[in-house]
């Protein structure tokens, strides 16, 4: 899910980019730095989208560096366990397969798909129904939902299952 | 990092099958078995014998066995609930999976629907376009990715129009995550609201005829797009 949010960060600036730009040169740090980082509480920082407020910046000893606190609204994205997604399939293996909702990657383990669909190896694997009705393979888009997840720095992964009542194939790339 | 520990716990579920087996049969052979295997290392001169009777029995595979039965004996509950997340969607489980969203994020946090983030990131990318002489400040991937699968996910071109829809829900005590779900989902008939978003469930005499109507004019709002 995607959110709106107000953020804080203290941004250390060295002196050569003060002046009448040091505001401009400040944003542009932010984007550099926080843009495309990911953190547990706050997924994705996916955008910065305005400044809310820069603190008198406090100078550290010993070096010239300035430190300015600096508030500023940026869109985040974050899945939540028990949300629903829908996501496009990346990769299928006999293990379950990958699939990718934005920035997100969801693994799908074979476990968590309904237990009429069988894995059938080939050039494009894929899970299918045992009356080839449905077909799960690469590009497919799936309605999953997510029952976890794990953050690191620049990348969030979760555990999403299609064994329940109103998930799975939505849109089948070889019918389509 | 409890989440990691949870986002993980799926992967293990088949390596805790294959498990299974090894601490139930410890346990059915000897009861004492998990607490003595614990003080193994503590106490390994009083209990030499017994040590290398199950020694013998789980050598091969005693490191994975200590954890594996500590996790299901010893913190029995986790063991269990593990399982059952793995198995709430499937089978009804009494406390199914439940989206708790404004527990998770922090006050200040607006919730957004598709269609809302992809207005917003449509923006900033038309400016981005303009701000672009510095060479250094450039959108990062996950930009590109993010705004791609909102374009998709957006069901609706009025934002305003579905948010003054879902927000009618508020006053039934749909929270603001669970209506971004709804309009993230569109879904089509009220057992697929219920059946997804279970933490609505406990309100489902109440809501059901209030959630007809939403769902009755967002069918509307995207027939006149």
Known sequence: MFFHIVLERNMQLHPRYFGRNLRDNLVSKLMKDVEGTCSGRHGFVV????????????????????????KYQCV??????????????TMVNKMGFFAEA????????????????EFQSGDMPNYTTSDG??????DSEVRLKIIGTRVDATEIFCIGTIKDDFLGVINDPATA | ?????????LPSKGLKSSLKSTPANDASIKGKDDSSAKSKRGRKVQFNSEADKFDFLSKSNGKLDAPAAKGNLSKGGKGDRISNIGKAPSTKEPQPLELKVEQEIPKNAKCLMHCEASQILHGIQGQMVLLSRDPTVKLPVSFDKALHYAKTGARYTNPQSVRQVLESLKKHGVSDGEICVLANVCPESVDEVFALIPSLKS???????????????????????
Request: charged share 25%; no cysteine.
């Open chain 1, 133 to 138: 009705s449905v077909k799960i393979q690469k």
């Open chain 2, 1 to 9: 990092m409890e989440k990691g520990g949870k986002g993980y716990s």
């Open chain 1, 102 to 117: 934005g920035p997100v990657q969801i693994f799908v383990s074979n476990h968590l798909i309904p237990d009429d669909m």
């Open chain 1, 47 to 70: 955008a910065i989208t305005g400044i809310e407020n820069i603190g008198k910046g406090l100078i550290r000893d010993g070096t010239g560096f300035v430190t300015f606190p600096v």
């Open chain 1, 76 to 89: 985040v994205f974050r899945p939540f366990k028990g949300e629903i997604l829908e996501a496009v399939v």
């Open chain 2, 203 to 225: 309100k489902k005499n109440m809501l059901t005829e209030p959630v007809k109507g939403v769902l009755d004019e967002l069918a509307n709002l995207k027939q006149q797009e």
